[in-house]
């Protein structure tokens, strides 16, 4: 877990700056925002030990709207940024608001790397499938298809994955949420409590750019039949009446795929998704995430909530030790180390 502890009770008012938010009326990021500081309240953190870090992006403005400290640093940077405050103070909590150009375009290879690194923090990709900040060009998540200002007939592109970028880079916490779900909070939860980089891609709407493509999925009327929010140590069942679960099928010796199958109720009427073959959710499966995070939704629900924690030490905590004991029995001397090796005197 991360080390803060809580200090207070804490309200959400503890967490709204006193800047006006300033989103376009509708937009997710309301919602997001709205999210966090209640999370954040229910947890008990100190805003004054909490860091928000962002780039450039609608979803960048966040630390704005935050009662604690935060940068808003330069677009696809902000995870080296965050990287230099956690080693420089570790005992922070530091958040990383991004958007899905931001963080995985010219962003991607800080992105990449502050995963594989590990570093103590909570990752937020705010996922709209377009350039809402610049107008509304096609992204690299954006859909086979997407027509915009870059793109008149249509993307050709193949989108990309975060989640499936995120487990390839070696997060080792990835989960995913929308803007508007009641579980998102749980799932931010369950990141705070994850010690390393933690993951999260957020669908959000763009009202303007990109309106409602998430409803396919995320629209209140019939989402249980469209969402499979994962739990560990729980089968993974969809459906209003849990009739619809996901079933792992070997197809030899070496594959694996996932299969919809439809579950009976029991004698005791309720869902035997052991005779159906269901799967358990193992939160520490790497390979059956992998398989989560690209299932087609259609075919298949979407895949939502923490699919993947598996925690292991982190950059900082790494590099801390290592300089420990790179100093044990020694005396800093400035000057002996710049005339260490090949010296030059210039008359």
Request: aromatic share 8%; hydrophobic share 40%; with cysteine.
């Amino acid at each position: 877990m991360n080390d803060m502890t809580p200090v207070a009770k804490r309200t959400i008012k503890d967490w709204e700056s006193d800047q006006e938010v300033r989103w376009c009326p509708g937009c997710g990021d309301y919602a997001i925002l709205k999210a966090v500081q209640r999370t954040l309240a229910e947890l008990g953190t100190d805003p004054a030990e909490t860091v928000f870090v962002s780039g450039i992006g609608c979803s960048s403005r966040f630390p704005y709207y935050m009662a604690s400290y935060g940068f808003h640093t330069i677009h696809g940077r902000a995870p080296a940024f965050a990287t230099g405050i956690k080693l420089a103070n570790p005992g922070l909590d530091v958040w990383i608001v991004t958007g899905d150009g931001d963080g995985m375009s010219i962003g991607g290879n800080h992105t990449m790397h502050v995963l594989r690194r590990n570093l103590d923090c909570q990752i937020m990709l705010f996922n709209n499938e377009i350039y809402g900040l610049t107008k509304g060009q096609y992204s690299p998540t954006s859909r086979l298809g997407t027509t915009s200002p870059t793109s008149p007939t249509g993307s050709v592109d193949r989108p990309a994955l975060p989640c499936a970028f995120a487990l390839g880079a070696g997060a080792r916490f990835v989960a995913r949420g929308f803007d508007v779900s009641r579980e998102l909070s749980g799932v931010l939860k369950a990141a705070h409590a994850h010690k390393g980089a933690a993951f999260i891609e957020i669908f959000q709407n763009c009202i303007v750019y990109n309106k409602d493509r998430f409803e396919d999925f995320a629209a209140a009327k019939g989402a249980e039949g469209r969402q499979l929010w994962l739990k560990n140590g729980e089968p993974m069942l969809f459906g209003s009446e849990k009739s619809g679960g996901i079933k792992g099928i070997a197809l030899d010796i070496e594959r694996l795929t996932l299969k919809v199958v439809d579950v009976a109720a029991g004698e005791d009427g309720t869902p035997d998704w052991q005779a159906a073959g269901v799967i358990v959710h193992d939160v520490t499966n790497r390979s059956v995430a992998h398989m989560l995070v690209e299932l087609p939704f259609g075919p298949f629900p979407m895949a939502l909530g923490v699919i993947y924690d598996d925690p292991r030490p982190t950059f900082e905590a790494e590099i801390l030790e290592q300089d420990v004991k790179a100093r044990e029995g020694k005396t800093a001397d400035l000057g002996k180390l710049l005339a260490k090796g090949q010296t030059w005197t210039v008359a």
